[in-house]
């Protein structure tokens, strides 16, 4: 059986921990990198939940994009919503390894996943100042901001998205999966050219300057627009280490939509 060190530098292989951003926290963050793997389990995020399937299904390690440890731990306890996942880890002997900004802007990654799950076409990394995690591509044909959201939502079988529309027919598209909905890189779109850009957590000023410029913009939540690599991940770890038996956590987007 593989050891978790071996995992870890295959998935380092894939995205190195230098692509990371400053003040992100990625690899091994819980385990020992010598224990021997048999069963993997991928997830977005290791909350309690997923600790504790992880514990029940028999899996040595699990594989995550969020890091379980970000922020500094200053007591690990059940009440405290990391303590509580890095316990049940710690109890049952459960390594983790979290690839986080280093896998977005990794070639191949989340930002790349998520323009093939688009459909986009012809992508290439987007200027976004040095953080190599924009990505822009192309529709195979125009279309209007409703149709593309709509588009958006079933590609990444949302539970429902928002959207601002545009002041022109949608070609050409900018991705970032995650938190990209800050001025900043809504910005670097803007300038780009760009007719469309999906991400998540669009701030309400940010889809006013927007809404000005005629930028469309769908936010399709964080969960959605970032889940698409666990595929990528399986298909990575498993082409390579085919006696792994690989698990998905069933860990899903936490917010409910009503609509009216």
Known sequence: MPKVSEILELIEGFAPSFLKMQGDNVGLLVGDPEAEVSRVMLTLDITPDVAKAAAEAGAELIVAHHPVIFSPLYSVTPADYNGAAVMTLLRHGIAAICMHTNLDAAAGGVNDTLAEALGLRDV??????????????VLPQAMSAADFAAHVGRALHCK????????????????CGGAGGNSADCGHVLRAGCDAYVTAEVKYPVSLEMAYAGLTIVDAGHFHTENPVLDRLEELIGRRL???????????DPMNYLTF
Do not use: E
Request: no cysteine; hydrophobic share 35%.
């Open 124 to 137: 290439t990394l987007l200027d976004d100042g040095g953080q190599g995690i924009l990505r822009r591509g």
């Open 242 to 252: 085919p006696a792994l038996v690989l698990l998905r956590s069933g860990h899903d």
């Open 160 to 175: 429902g998205v928002r959207y601002l529309p545009g002041n022109r027919p949608i070609r050409t598209v900018a991705v």
